[in-house]
């Protein structure tokens, strides 16, 4: 594609460029310009109508939509503005810096300005950041033909057209209709005779990611937005909602590797800013773990009078680790699927408890095998600590795998928090506690 395009552009044969241009999907239009000079990438914008310009823009990263604002004229920009859906002309003034939002309010129309306004003053990551307000309403006394002529007259300049609002005069929501419907309805049938009057909604300020849940549970296209009074102020369309899943998850994996999340990409962030977001909860870590080597220092006679007992330490702080990240992911994943709620807290602790006894059991058989062979039979004492070991922090770190999520949770924080890092920190503290307090108990050392 890059070669073709490129020959095109070398052999001035614009025409058949634009052409070609049409043919490709605007979503591979980025992945394009990585590989063209910033001359040919102004070339082949300019050549593309007015309506794949924009749909090409708005697919775009916030890097790549500056620089082409940055040599596009005026006309140009109040062209490609022109086009955006409100949703994606609201992104675009979010990332840009404030000389470029300046440039790109200039060049909008001031009806559409006060909406932008409007939909910048809603709360950071709710319904209202995300929605668009460019849906098609219907009214209840309309018929279908009607309602097909209002589609056919304003729908290329709508977000999407197969889900449509019957309001109200003052605009309440009392029914949606989808395009199949519509299309099997005899042309004199009314609206309110055939629409669906139990209407999913959220509200401007329910938060983003319950709204990317909903479109998942319930497989929506499009999703009402309304104010207090039950007035339709927006939709929320599938595309939105995949962004808000992506964010959402990209955010979750940041906090369960200790990182502090950040919205740019990997390559975009600076090495200071890395540091930053990684080291206070490296710092916070490190420092929890120098209560392990107190703890080791305390039973320094114990594994004076027996080294062997060492050997094991790595073992037991590994699986005690591992066991509790392998809770903690499925309850966060239970959580983000709505599959667990808090009242189940005793119902999870339950099954866990006996799951790791399962897995502990089995664990610290192999073992005793493992130690019958490496150093001999009559290691029976030692293989019955590092046994009864392995079993509890089995349990004990599973258990803090479910309740240190729930815990987050029942106090507002994102459960994510309470992930792998932090847990093996505790885990390593109580495995090492345990293994020497029993090694005193059974082999009197």
């Known amino acids: 594609m890059e070669e073709k395009i490129?020959?095109?552009?070398?052999?001035?044969?614009?025409?058949?460029?634009?052409?070609?241009?049409?043919?490709?999907?605007?979503?591979?239009?980025?992945?394009?310009?990585?590989?063209?000079?910033?001359?040919?990438?102004?070339?082949?914008?300019r050549i593309l109508s007015k309506e794949k310009?924009?749909?090409?823009?708005?697919?775009?990263?916030?890097?790549?939509?500056?620089?082409?604002?940055?040599?596009?004229?005026?006309?140009?920009?109040?062209?490609?503005?022109?086009?955006?859906?409100?949703?994606?002309?609201?992104?675009?003034?979010?990332?840009?810096?404030?000389?470029?939002?300046k440039r790109i309010l200039k060049n909008v129309k001031a009806n559409d300005r006060k909406v932008i306004n409007e939909l910048l003053a809603y709360p950071d990551d709710t319904a209202g950041t995300i929605m668009?307000?460019?849906?098609?309403?219907?009214?209840?006394?309309?018929?279908?033909?009607?309602?097909f002529e209002k589609i056919k007259k304003i729908g290329l300049d709508k977000e999407t057209v197969y889900t449509c609002y019957v309001l109200t005069i003052d605009r309440k929501l009392i029914g949606v209709i989808d395009i199949k419907h519509?299309?099997?309805?005899?042309?004199?049938?009314?609206?309110?005779?055939?629409?669906?009057?139990?209407?999913?909604?959220?509200?401007?300020?329910?938060?983003?990611?319950?709204?990317?849940?909903?479109?998942?549970?319930?497989?929506?296209?499009?999703?009402?937005?309304?104010?207090?009074e039950f007035r339709l102020v927006g939709i929320v369309t599938i595309d939105d909602a995949i962004d808000v899943m992506q964010e959402e998850t990209q955010e979750d994996f940041e906090?369960?590797?200790?990182?502090?999340?950040?919205?740019?990409?990997?390559?975009?962030?600076?090495?200071?800013?890395?540091?930053?977001?990684?080291?206070?909860?490296?710092?916070?870590?490190?420092?929890?773990?120098?209560?392990?080597?107190?703890?080791?220092?305390?039973?320094?006679?114990?594994?004076?009078?027996l080294p062997i007992l060492v050997a094991f330490v790595?073992?037991?702080?590994?699986?005690?680790g591992n066991c509790g990240a392998q809770t903690s992911t499925l309850v966060i994943r239970g959580f983000s699927q709505d599959e667990i709620k808090l009242k189940d807290f005793f119902k999870v602790w339950w099954k866990e408890i006996r799951i790791a006894f399962l897995v502990g059991t089995v664990l610290a058989l192999i073992n005793t095998i493992r130690i019958f062979i490496q150093y001999g039979v009559g290691q029976l004492s030692l293989a019955l600590v590092v046994g009864l070991t392995l079993i509890l922090v089995t349990i004990l770190s599973k258990s803090l795998g479910c309740i240190l999520p729930m815990l987050a949770k029942s106090i507002k924080l994102d459960p994510a928090i309470m992930a792998s890092p932090l847990i093996t920190t505790i885990v390593d503290t109580c495995s090492v506690l345990i293994y020497f307090q029993l090694a005193v108990w059974i082999l009197g050392v």
């Open 6 to 45: 490129l020959e095109l552009i070398e052999n001035q044969r614009l025409n058949e460029l634009r052409k070609y241009l049409e043919t490709i999907n605007s979503a591979d239009f980025p992945s394009l310009f990585e590989e063209l000079e910033e001359d040919k990438i102004l070339i082949i914008y």
């Open 53 to 101: 310009a924009a749909s090409v823009f708005a697919e775009l990263d916030s890097d790549m939509q500056k620089k082409l604002i940055d040599c596009l004229t005026d006309k140009e920009l109040k062209n490609v503005i022109d086009e955006l859906f409100f949703d994606d002309e609201v992104d675009l003034i979010e990332e840009m810096p404030s000389n470029v939002v």
């Open 132 to 147: 668009t307000t460019e849906f098609i309403d219907l009214k209840e006394n309309m018929t279908v033909e009607d309602a």
């Open 182 to 228: 519509l299309l099997i309805s005899e042309r004199t049938i009314k609206i309110k005779d055939i629409m669906n009057t139990n209407v999913i909604t959220v509200s401007t300020l329910t938060d983003q990611e319950e709204v990317a849940k909903m479109f998942d549970k319930y497989n929506f296209v499009a999703l009402p937005v309304v104010d207090k």
């Open 255 to 305: 906090k369960m590797a200790a990182v502090i999340p950040n919205d740019d990409s990997y390559f975009k962030t600076s090495v200071f800013k890395h540091a930053k977001n990684r080291i206070l909860w490296l710092i916070f870590l490190m420092l929890a773990s120098i209560i392990t080597g107190g703890i080791i220092t305390k039973y320094e006679k114990t594994f004076s009078a």
């Open 314 to 320: 790595p073992l037991l702080m590994g699986t005690g």
